[in-house]
């Protein structure tokens, strides 16, 4: 998984009819998938942006922007150094992860601060996925739609906890990776199962296996399906120096 990128993808689908064995994947009733939206490395924000990336052959490698962590205070291209990384960059979202239009969402200014940014982009991501499927909030609500999403990082939770003085008072709903999926689903009022998933770098794609279960079992009539992954501060790159 890129060190900080999210998609997320709108899922249909319907199940067979019950029988007294599983069904053979011949017989299995296929699923589309008709909405999707992403925020991912390179400045690409749309489904198109990431197509002409793919066919162009680009790629989304950018030192570590300002807003992160200072790339000259923490590199050293000796990775057994302690205290450092040897990496000059990596796969960011190049976008402000300060911006967020808490009021769209019915969150305080209190609520919004203490919010992580992965939090954030699940929130936007999914309204655009379900926009760009057609389908509006109206029609989401009381459903029976699952949501399933991969999310393994901690740094926002780590940033904000180093000095107890200043921890947030929504610090705890905030930053909870638990609640990733779940804040969807109360946000859109979804109904049916909430999962967040940590399998480390194969979480989203657990998320959408586990989605695809719950659509063909009759569980969720419809799914949404989601990953987020940010690197704010530099812990992680340096473990991973020290590890080679």
Known sequence: MDPSSVGNAGVNGAHPSSSAQSPSSDELMPIAIVGMSCRLPGD????????KMCSRGRNGWSEIPKGRFSKDAYYHPNPGKKGVHNAAGGHFLQDDLA???????NLTAAEATALDPQHRIMLEATFEAL???????SEVAGKTYGVFVGGYGHDYD???????ETTAMYHATGCSNSLLANRVSYY????????????????????????CQSLRSGESSAAVVGGVHLNIIPSTFITMSLQR
Not at 131 to 137: D, H, L
Not at 158 to 164: C, F
Not at 188 to 211: Q, R, Y
């Open 44 to 51: 690409i924000h749309t489904t198109d942006e990431l197509w």
């Open 99 to 105: 911006h967020f239009d808490a009021a769209l969402f």
């Open 131 to 137: 926009e760009n499927a057609g389908i509006s909030k």
């Open 158 to 164: 780590l940033l904000n906890t180093k000095d107890t």
């Open 188 to 211: 859109f009022d979804m109904k049916g199962p909430s999962l967040t998933i940590d399998t480390a770098c194969s979480s989203s794609l657990t998320a959408l296996h586990l989605a």
